[in-house]
Every structure is written in C-alpha cells, then in structure tokens.
C-alpha cells in the first residue's frame, strides 16, 4: 500500500474560486505533514506544515489534518491563475524515520 | 532565510564523466538530504546526512556518491552514469530530522542533470 495518496487529478477551477486538495497516509504514527507547491521546472516550495488536528490557516491558504482518520487536506481561497501549480502532499513517517514521504501531486490549474 | 542554493543549474554529461552537484546552506541547518525527481513525479529521497553522518541511503547505485564536508556543505559525486538517470536532482535542508517541527524541509533550486 502506496504509504501517502492523494487525488488523481488534474484539477481545474475557475479564478476566485476555492480548491480543495486531499491526501491520506498510511503510517498513523506519523506527526509531520507539509504540503509544497511546485511550478513546472522549478524546486518544490513549502506553502504550509501542520502538527496538530484542526485547521492552520495561512493568508488565502488552510490546511486541515484529521489523524484519527488519516487525512489532511489544502483548502485555497480566492484562487489565483498564479497558483496554478503541482501540490504534492508530504508526510514525514512516524517511528522516528527521518524520511519525508511524498504524495504523487495535484495539478491544479485555475483558469481566468 | 530559508535558501538552500545548489551549483550548477543545469548539467550535460557522458557516461563515462565524473561530476559533482554542490549543496550549500547557512541557516545552521544539520540534517540535508538529495532527492531525484523525474518529469511528471515526486521527489524520491536518496540520501540523507544528519549532524555531517550518512544516515539514510535509499539503495542507491554506487555511481551516485554523497559526501558532507561540513554542515554547511552537501555534495553529490556522479560517475559513469545512464541515460536513465537524467531528471532533476534537488537538495533539501531541515534544523535536523528529530521531529517535530525541526523536521520542515527547504528545497534548493535543483541541478538538472542530462546524461548522453
């Protein structure tokens, strides 16, 4: 079993519109969850980190992790064409691994 | 300052060349790593050295060799390298890997690597 999914995608939603990321894992020892945006060609860039259940809200961007289900997800408000963008979900695996583990990623593409 | 920087932006190798992809960042960070990503997929870690000591190697070919001279520096030696190998290579660094949140990661820009 793949240890981090996340949708199949791509995902397309209109400007000013909200987009909704999800991603689940599989190692419920796991206490680290980040999700990184990466433009085509460039480096993957940290948008947000979330320890604890609940929300964590950051601008235009919330992240929302349930670890009694295994799940964390990336809302974004008022999207913007510029945040047309890989999503790529990322779990650090619990039992004191030290190894960042990666979803496959969301295309999103949002459309003036 | 969350900068990673890694030299050289972009490289174009034989098979038969010897290599080096560079690392470096000063933001006291002692846990770095090197992932490979190929077009279309997410990174895949390959290494990780935690206070300067190789900690983690993902079964890597031994054509790839990483060495840390020092917490600052992450270098990555490449010989006889495959075609297959081409994608781009991206460092990352953290506060160190004992969890929490001094695990964040912060990419480097990436080496894009074409083996002929």
């Known amino acids: 079993q793949k240890e981090v999914e996340q949708n199949s995608g791509p995902l397309s939603v209109p400007e000013g519109a909200i987009a909704s990321l999800n991603c689940t894992y599989s190692d419920r020892g796991s206490q680290s969850f980040f999700w990184y945006r990466q433009y085509s060609g460039k480096s993957p860039e940290l948008i947000m980190s979330i320890y604890s259940n609940g929300d964590k809200e950051d601008g235009r961007f919330t992240a929302q992790l349930n670890k009694a289900s295994q799940y964390v997800s990336l809302l974004i408000r008022d999207s913007q064409p510029s945040d047309s963008a890989t999503y790529l979900c990322a779990v650090i695996t619990g039992g004191g691994s030290e190894k960042l583990v990666f979803g496959k990623g969301m295309k999103l593409t949002v459309n003036p | 300052d ?13 098979m038969t060349n010897k290599k080096s992809l560079k690392c470096e960042q000063h933001m006291g960070h002692r846990a770095m790593y090197w992932y490979k990503q190929k077009a279309k997929k997410p990174p895949e870690l390959m290494f990780v050295y935690s206070y300067e000591k190789l900690s983690i190697n993902e079964s890597v070919p031994s054509r790839f ?11 990555l030696h490449l010989h006889a390298l ?27 820009p990436g080496t894009r690597l074409t083996v002929l």
């Open chain 2, 2 to 14: 969350t900068e990673v920087t890694q030299t050289p932006k972009h490289l174009v190798m034989g």
């Open chain 2, 65 to 75: 060799s990483p060495e840390c001279p020092n917490s600052s520096l992450l270098n």
């Open chain 2, 82 to 108: 495959q075609p297959e190998d081409s994608a781009l290579y991206l460092c990352a660094s953290s506060q160190d890997s004992s969890g929490g949140r001094r695990d964040t990661q912060y990419f480097g």
